[in-house]
C-alpha cells in the first residue's frame, strides 16, 4: 500500500496548495515514484494547477470530480467512479509527467460540506460517513507509491475522509504567531478522530514555508518551533524550509510549456523542494 499522507493546516495561506504540488512534482520525476495527487479542497487550486481550467470545468460538470463521490455518500447514489475521475499524467512539464495523477476537486464540496455536516457525530465519527473515499479508492490506492491530499482549512467531513485513508499528515506553517498557535489544535483533533476510529495516523512532521531569513521576526519563530519540538510539545521540523520566491507562485501556471523540474521551480526555489522531498522520504520510511 502507499504512503498516504494529508498536507494540514487550519490557517490557509501557508504553503499546503505549493507543498503538495512540488512533493508530487519531485516525487514522481526525480525518484520516479507513482504519485496520486487528491484535492480535497473546494478552492481546486491544486486541481487547476495540474490541468486545464476548461478540462477539469468539463470533468465537474460530468460527474469526474470529487463532487460525484461526495454527492453520493448524501444521497446513496453510486455514479462516482474513480477510474474514470482519476486523470493520469498530468501536469504542464513535458506536456504531462508519467505516474503523476490527479483525483480533482469541485467548487461543489462547500454546498456537500454543510450537508454532511448534519449528518455526522462528530464525538464519535460512528454515524458520519468518513469512508466513502476509502471504499471509492480502495481498488486503486495500492497501484500507487505515495497519496498526497491536499486538504481544505478546515476539519468538517471531507477532510476527514481523507484523514481516514492517510497514514501519516505534514503541517505547513509560515513562520509567525498566529500560524504556531495554531498547531495545537490541529494535533489535539487529529489525536482525537485517530482514537475514535481506532485509526494510527502519524504526524510526519512541519514544514516551514514562506520563511523570510533576514526577518528577526521569522528567526525568532522558527527557533521557538524548533524549541517546542525538543519540548515535545510539537512534532518534528523539518530542516529543510521554503524561502519566500515569487518563482513558486509562478510555477502554479499549467499553462507555461515547460519541460524540467528546473524551468517550473528554477531561480532558488528547485534545490530547496528537492531536499524537502528527499527529508520526506526519509522521514515516512521510518
Ligand atoms: N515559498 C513561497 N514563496 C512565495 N509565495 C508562496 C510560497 N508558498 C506559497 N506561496 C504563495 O502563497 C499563496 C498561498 O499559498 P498556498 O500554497 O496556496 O497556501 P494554502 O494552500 O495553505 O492556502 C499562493 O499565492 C502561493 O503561490
Ligand atoms: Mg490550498
Known amino acids: 500500500m502507499p504512503v498516504v499522507t494529508s498536507i494540514i493546516n487550519l490557517k490557509g495561506g501557508v504553503g499546503k496548495t505549493t507543498i503538495t504540488l512540488a512533493l508530487a512534482h519531485f516525487l514522481a520525476i526525480e525518484h520516479q515514484k507513482r504519485v496520486l ?28 470530480t470529487l463532487f460525484q463521490l461526495f454527492t453520493d455518500l448524501v444521497k446513496g447514489s453510486k455514479r462516482f467512479h474513480a477510474d474514470e475521475a482519476i486523470v493520469r499524467d498530468v501536469s504542464n512539464i513535458g506536456g504531462g509527467v508519467a505516474g503523476l495523477d490527479l483525483l480533482p476537486s469541485s467548487l461543489g464540496l462547500i454546498k456537500i460540506q454543510d450537508r454532511v455536516t448534519q449528518l455526522t457525530d462528530f464525538e464519535h465519527f460512528s454515524r458520519g460517513p468518513i469512508y466513502g473515499l476509502r471504499e471509492a479508492l480502495s481498488d486503486f490506492l495500492p497501484y500507487y507509491d505515495h497519496v498526497l491530499i491536499d486538504c481544505p482549512p478546515s476539519l ?4 476527514l475522509n481523507g484523514l481516514a485513508i492517510s497514514n501519516t499528515y505534514l503541517i505547513p506553517v509560515v513562520p509567525d504567531i498566529l500560524s504556531v498557535l495554531g498547531i495545537p489544535p490541529i494535533l489535539d483533533r487529529i489525536d482525537h478522530f485517530a482514537s475514535s476510529t481506532r485509526h494510527n495516523i502519524r504526524a510526519l512532521g512541519i514544514v516551514i514555508s514562506k520563511i523570510r531569513s533576514q526577518t528577526i521576526l521569522h528567526n525568532e519563530m522558527v527557533q521557538r518551533l524548533r524549541d517546542d519540538f525538543l519540548d515535545r510539545r510539537f512534532p518534528l521540523v523539518f530542516d529543510t524550509m521554503i524561502p519566500e520566491s515569487t518563482r513558486i507562485a509562478e510555477a502554479a501556471d499549467v499553462m507555461a510549456p515547460i519541460h524540467t523540474l528546473q524551468q517550473k521551480y528554477g531561480g532558488g526555489s528547485y534545490e530547496y ?3 524537502l522531498t528527499r527529508e520526506y522520504l526519509t522521514h515516512v520510511a521510518r
Not at 156 to 159: L, N, S
Request: no cysteine; net charge negative.
Open 156 to 159: 468538517g467531513i471531507v477532510t
Open 37 to 64: 495527487v487528491i484535492d480535497l479542497d473546494p478552492q481546486t487550486n491544486a486541481t487547476v494547477s495540474l490541468i486545464p481550467e476548461l478540462e477539469w470545468k468539463a470533468r465537474d460538470e460530468s460527474g469526474r
Open 273 to 275: 523542494l528537492s531536499e
